[in-house]
């Protein structure tokens, strides 16, 4: 019986080793993450934040067991009252057409268009999401929820 309680003592130990190992990697590649954004120039730093954001969408998506992606998928942009008209308003700002944006983006040609004119529907597969996240991000990162309205584009 003292040999068994050692034998579990010892993996509860491993276990623990393990865990904090596994820690301390992660920590690791979040500074090494950290230094890569650093370095890269201001234009870079939204593509590098899409790609670190499809990440985690991939990893979201491989860990559901029922396979719906608007229940592993937290939009930063409510799907529901997403504003066109300040998109394109954004884009425009920004001196983009979609199509440019598109291309920036990494994304199909024409869903720019499709997501000013349409609106986004929910995306059923981890594609599209990965699109959306990527077109949501970039539109945080110029100003989509800030409280006052963009400036209008100039003529």
């Known amino acids: 019986m003292i040999f068994m309680t050692s034998e579990t003592d010892k993996s509860a130990q491993n276990g623990r080793e393990l865990e904090t ?13 950290g230094l890569v954004y650093d370095r890269l120039q201001p234009e870079q ?24 992606l608007e229940e ?18 954004i884009r425009e700002m920004c001196n983009l057409t979609p199509t440019e944006l598109g291309q920036h983006l990494g994304l199909p040609q024409g869903i720019i268009h499709r997501y000013e004119y349409y609106g986004v529907p929910t995306p059923r597969k981890t594609e599209r999401a990965r699109m959306v996240h990527k077109y949501f991000n970039w539109l945080i990162a110029n ?13």
């Open 21 to 33: 190992a596994q820690s301390n990697l992660f920590k690791v590649y979040l500074s090494q993450l």
């Open 45 to 68: 730093r939204i593509s590098f934040l899409c790609e670190l954001e499809g990440i985690i969408v991939n990893l979201k998506s491989r860990t559901t067991s029922d396979g719906t």
């Open 72 to 89: 592993l998928l937290d939009f930063p942009i409510d799907l529901d009252s997403f504003d066109r008209e300040r998109a394109s308003t």
């Open 143 to 155: 100003g989509y929820l800030t409280s006052e309205s963009p400036p209008s584009p100039s003529s």
